[in-house]
């Protein structure tokens, strides 16, 4: 580069518009997308790591995502590429993958490729990328403001991670702003500006959630007001008002946005909520949509979702689209909110659906002959006896009568299930009626029930992160889910597992925050080591981090490892709490780690009330004094209140919640019942008399018992054979009682 050059350089910088020159260039510049830049995100770990794999931004304009790929050019040692999709072809495509070769080639090097607007590529220039993208030669950072689930082809999204940006909040959009007036180098830092704070709200208002906008209107503002006699520039709101009058409304009629809108219109109006359909309608209009297009979805929503519920719906909906068409604009826009409020207001039925339901058949099933009493008389009646048998209804009373119109392996078969809603609230008995006379007058044939199936994808990664859990069975499955459910979890949250062990809910909180982080504290530490085993099987930015420690040790052990400002999202955690002494002081510990309002979601098991094994078995045959002995010294077990494990119960553990001050508590009890294979090894367990570690055996807390003397061995060789008559190698109900707690961390944590 010459002087002439860099001159020339540095004067396209000075006059670029002020949302270029104030485009951040590091992570702490960046405002807004917290959900996915901020600390301890996937995205900000894989920037920071410079270990970036092919990404999508995918998102509204002005929310960041050039201006995040400009940052990920300003932090990583690749070499950084940008395209526009819009100018760009597929010779520019080859050029930037030839030189990518040779980069990595010659210096080891990677290439990220930047590619704006990655939606308007055609399916050819997409497929050229395709290869250097799957073989590793080029990173792709694609943005673009369409969902790429429809506007990229598959085989790329599928080797990219897809991020969501969203529209800058309020607070977001002031941030930038006021930035904007501060910085001498880049912004108006050397001007006198007196922004009005209610100028302010203006330009953030109208913006909406747009960075750009909010930029452009200011530098608008600022370079078109003279100072005043002291230098001032002074934006109230009349100049801001000028500067950006009309808010820009996030549509397109060919993309996204108009598909999301009218989804929304329709859901509300399927939800009969009157205000919300007139809001989405409004934004319609607004934008410019066709009323035409309109009232076209409005028409088939009046025969889908209200149906025979109001079969004047379609008529009223037809009169106001004929009445648009011959007033026009504005003043048709009355008959649009008409055609509206009438399907907002009126009663749904879906029922229309059965005719589907009868496609269905058709296509998969083979066809039913058309009974003979059904078939065209006017032609062959004499030489096949077509029609012979059939009933004229209107010959008879109610002018109606039982017979058979279905094939006849189709008999019994339903479609059409009247709904309880307005004008077919008074056909459905009827029709159930009919239906009942409809079965008797059948000859053959019986509606066959179908058996619904699936097949779970087949991806090595998905295999792996679907792991079985048929060792934990079961039980253990639905106490997973219903956790995991009361966390309310979102793709980017991080979130900690208070007790990971065998990664139960760990793998499955991986697969539920895919842009999110997964923090694994294990308590044991042979498990801590077999759960980093399986952790090495996935990829360096995807693991789980995993930590061995209990729950009060958790402060320290993140601020060793610099972590000490970590927040979670969420904590989650089965039996996490089963063997704390003090279980309120734990969770004081631990909820400064929860972000404020942050979720706890916890099943604890109440081993106070485990399955007595005295309940499995008649223990008759030993007598009614060592009977009596057994029962007392296996309540005992269950007795000490100074036990963590066993000495509380559903009311202690409310109680320590409630002191650390969990707010929305909700702590409900569940008793499940599963069924066990007792086998000898299990017996063996039950009655070993020497173990080593670890809590006492069944047989142990027996020979101990203080009740009456105790066990002797000899006595405790008659029980063990009284169990083993009756239970061996039988399959058992087994209860376990189970605490399921859901809360928050307060607002504000002290």
């Given at each position: 580069?010459?002087?002439?050059?860099?001159?020339?350089?540095?004067?396209?910088?000075?006059?670029?518009?002020?949302?270029?020159?104030?485009?951040?260039?590091?992570?702490?510049?960046?405002?807004?997308?917290?959900?996915?830049?901020?600390?301890?995100?996937?995205?900000?770990?894989?920037?920071?790591?410079?270990?970036?794999?092919?990404?999508?931004?995918?998102?509204?304009?002005?929310?960041?995502?050039?201006?995040?790929?400009?940052?990920?050019?300003?932090?990583?040692?690749?070499?950084?590429?940008?395209?526009?999709?819009?100018?760009?072809?597929?010779?520019?495509?080859?050029?930037?993958?030839?030189?990518?070769?040779?980069?990595?080639?010659?210096?080891?090097?990677?290439?990220?490729?930047?590619?704006?607007?990655?939606?308007?590529?055609?399916?050819?220039?997409?497929?050229?990328?395709?290869?250097?993208?799957e073989n590793g030669t080029v990173i792709l950072v694609g943005a673009t403001t369409e969902n790429p689930y429809f506007s990229v082809n598959r085989p790329l999204v599928s080797r990219s991670r897809i991020f969501q940006f969203r529209s800058l909040t309020e607070a977001d959009l002031r941030a930038i702003a006021r930035s904007a007036l501060a910085d001498p180098e880049r912004g108006y830092g050397k001007l006198k500006v007196n922004l009005h704070e209610q100028a302010l709200t203006h330009l953030v208002d109208v913006a909406n959630g747009d960075a750009r906008g909010v930029l452009n209107a200011l530098e608008l503002a600022v370079e078109t007001t003279p100072p005043d006699k002291e230098g001032v520039i002074v934006v109230d709101t009349a100049v801001a008002e000028e500067s950006i009058q009309?808010?820009?409304?996030?549509?397109?009629?060919?993309?996204?946005?108009?598909?999301?809108?009218?989804?929304?219109?329709?859901?509300?109006?399927?939800?009969?909520?009157?205000?919300?359909?007139?809001?989405?309608?409004?934004?319609?209009?607004?934008?410019?949509?066709?009323?035409?297009?309109?009232?076209?979805?409005?028409?088939?929503?009046?025969?889908?979702?209200?149906?025979?519920?109001?079969?004047?719906?379609?008529?009223?909906?037809?009169?106001?689209?004929?009445?648009?068409?011959?007033?026009?604009?504005?003043?048709?826009?009355?008959?649009?909110?008409?055609?509206?409020?009438?399907?907002?207001?009126?009663?749904?039925?879906?029922?229309?659906?059965?005719?589907?339901?009868?496609?269905?058949?058709?296509?998969?099933?083979?066809?039913?002959?058309?009974?003979?009493?059904?078939?065209?008389?006017?032609?062959?009646?004499?030489?096949?006896?077509?029609?012979?048998?059939?009933?004229?209804?209107?010959?008879?009373?109610?002018?109606?009568?039982?017979?058979?119109?279905?094939?006849?392996?189709?008999?019994?078969?339903?479609?059409?299930?009247?709904?309880?809603?307005?004008?077919?609230?008074?056909?459905?008995?009827?029709?159930?009626?009919?239906?009942?006379?409809?079965?008797?007058?059948?000859?053959?044939?019986?509606?066959?029930?179908?058996?619904?199936?699936?097949?779970?994808?087949?991806?090595?990664?998905?295999?792996?992160?679907?792991?079985?859990?048929?060792?934990?069975?079961?039980?253990?499955?639905?106490?997973?889910?219903?956790?995991?459910?009361?966390?309310?979890?979102?793709?980017?949250?991080?979130?900690?597992?208070?007790?990971?062990?065998?990664?139960?809910?760990?793998?499955?909180?991986?697969?539920?925050?895919?842009?999110?982080?997964?923090?694994?504290?294990?308590?044991?530490?042979?498990?801590?080591?077999?759960?980093?085993?399986?952790?090495?099987?996935?990829?360096?930015?995807?693991?789980?981090?995993?930590?061995?420690?209990?729950?009060?040790?958790?402060?320290?052990?993140?601020?060793?490892?610099?972590?000490?400002?970590?927040?979670?999202?969420?904590?989650?955690?089965?039996?996490?709490?089963?063997?704390?002494?003090?279980?309120?002081?734990?969770?004081?510990?631990?909820?400064?780690?929860?972000?404020?309002?942050?979720?706890?979601?916890?099943?604890?098991?109440?081993?106070?009330?485990?399955?007595?094994?005295?309940?499995?078995?008649?223990?008759?045959?030993?007598?009614?004094?060592?009977?009596?002995?057994?029962?007392?010294?296996?309540?005992?077990?269950?007795?000490?209140?100074?036990?963590?494990?066993?000495?509380?119960?559903?009311?202690?553990?409310?109680?320590?919640?409630?002191?650390?001050?969990?707010?929305?508590?909700?702590?409900?009890?569940?008793?499940?019942?599963?069924?066990?294979?007792?086998?000898?090894?299990?017996?063996?367990?039950?009655?070993?008399?020497?173990?080593?570690?670890?809590?006492?055996?069944?047989?142990?807390?027996?020979?101990?018992?203080?009740?009456?003397?105790?066990?002797?061995?000899?006595?405790?060789?008659?029980?063990?054979?009284?169990?083993?008559?009756?239970?061996?190698?039988?399959?058992?109900?087994?209860?376990?009682?189970?605490?399921?707690?859901?809360?928050?961390?307060?607002?504000?944590?002290?």
């Amino acid at each position: 580069m010459d002087l002439f050059d860099h001159a020339r350089r540095e004067q396209i910088e000075r006059e670029a518009p002020l949302a270029a020159r104030m485009r951040p260039r590091t992570l702490d510049e960046f405002a807004g997308q917290e959900h996915i830049v901020g600390p301890g995100r996937l995205l900000r770990r894989a920037i920071q790591a410079d270990q970036l794999s092919s990404v999508i931004f995918y998102g509204p304009p002005g929310t960041g995502k050039t201006t995040l790929a400009a940052v990920i050019a300003n932090t990583t040692a690749s070499h950084f590429e940008t395209l526009n999709a819009v100018l760009a072809g597929v010779a520019d495509i080859r050029r930037v993958t030839k030189d990518a070769q040779e980069r990595r080639a010659l210096y080891n090097q990677r290439t990220i490729l930047f590619v704006d607007e990655v939606h308007r590529w055609n399916k050819a220039q997409q497929d050229a990328l395709l290869p250097w993208v799957e073989n590793g030669t080029v990173i792709l950072v694609g943005a673009t403001t369409e969902n790429p689930y429809f506007s990229v082809n598959r085989p790329l999204v599928s080797r990219s991670r897809i991020f969501q940006f969203r529209s800058l909040t309020e607070a977001d959009l002031r941030a930038i702003a006021r930035s904007a007036l501060a910085d001498p180098e880049r912004g108006y830092g050397k001007l006198k500006v007196n922004l009005h704070e209610q100028a302010l709200t203006h330009l953030v208002d109208v913006a909406n959630g747009d960075a750009r906008g909010v930029l452009n209107a200011l530098e608008l503002a600022v370079e078109t007001t003279p100072p005043d006699k002291e230098g001032v520039i002074v934006v109230d709101t009349a100049v801001a008002e000028e500067s950006i009058q009309r808010r820009a409304v996030l549509y397109d009629k060919d993309g996204d946005y108009h598909y999301d809108t009218i989804s929304a219109f329709i859901k509300s109006l399927r939800g009969s909520d009157p205000d919300a359909a007139l809001y989405w309608l409004a934004k319609m209009v607004y934008a410019g949509e066709d009323p035409r297009f309109i009232f076209r979805r409005m028409l088939i929503f009046a025969g889908e979702d209200v149906g025979l519920a109001d079969p004047n719906a379609i008529g009223v909906v037809t009169a106001c689209a004929e009445a648009y068409d011959r007033v026009g604009l504005p003043e048709g826009r009355f008959h649009l909110a008409e055609a509206v409020l009438y399907l907002a207001t009126a009663s749904k039925s879906n029922s229309t659906l059965a005719f589907f339901d009868a496609l269905t058949l058709v296509e998969q099933e083979q066809e039913g002959e058309v009974p003979t009493h059904l078939k065209d008389s006017s032609r062959d009646k004499e030489g096949f006896g077509h029609g012979q048998g059939y009933l004229y209804p209107h010959a008879f009373r109610e002018h109606w009568i039982a017979q058979q119109y279905l094939p006849d392996a189709l008999q019994g078969r339903t479609f059409y299930q009247p709904s309880d809603q307005g004008h077919e609230r008074g056909i459905r008995d009827q029709v159930a009626r009919r239906r009942e006379a409809q079965l008797a007058a059948m000859v053959e044939g019986e509606s066959q029930l179908e058996v619904l199936t699936y097949t779970v994808g087949d991806r090595v990664h998905d295999r792996w992160l679907q792991r079985t859990i048929s060792n934990a069975g079961e039980r253990l499955g639905r106490v997973r889910d219903r956790v995991l459910d009361a966390a309310r979890l979102q793709r980017h949250h991080v979130v900690l597992d208070l007790n990971a062990g065998s990664g139960l809910l760990t793998w499955e909180i991986l697969r539920r925050t895919p842009e999110g982080g997964v923090w694994a504290l294990v308590q044991n530490r042979d498990a801590g080591e077999r759960l980093r085993q399986q952790v090495e099987q996935l990829p360096d930015l995807e693991r789980p981090v995993v930590i061995v420690g209990m729950p009060e040790e958790l402060p320290d052990l993140l601020a060793l490892r610099d972590e000490a400002g970590l927040h979670f999202d969420a904590m989650v955690g089965r039996n996490a709490l089963a063997r704390l002494s003090d279980k309120a002081e734990v969770l004081r510990l631990l909820l400064p780690l929860l972000r404020p309002g942050g979720r706890l979601a916890l099943a604890e098991t109440l081993l106070k009330h485990a399955q007595r094994l005295y309940d499995l078995v008649d223990l008759a045959p030993l007598g009614d004094d060592l009977r009596q002995r057994v029962l007392e010294a296996e309540e005992q077990i269950y007795a000490n209140p100074d036990d963590p494990v066993v000495g509380w119960d559903l009311t202690d553990l409310q109680r320590a919640l409630e002191a650390a001050g969990i707010e929305d508590l909700a702590v409900e009890q569940q008793v499940q019942e599963t069924e066990i294979l007792v086998s000898k090894a299990t017996l063996d367990r039950w009655f070993a008399t020497e173990v080593e570690g670890g809590r006492p055996s069944y047989a142990q807390h027996l020979l101990a018992s203080p009740a009456r003397d105790g066990i002797t061995a000899d006595e405790l060789a008659l029980v063990r054979a009284t169990y083993e008559s009756q239970l061996a190698n039988q399959t058992i109900p087994w209860r376990t009682r189970l605490a399921y707690v859901v809360g928050r961390a307060p607002h504000s944590v002290t």
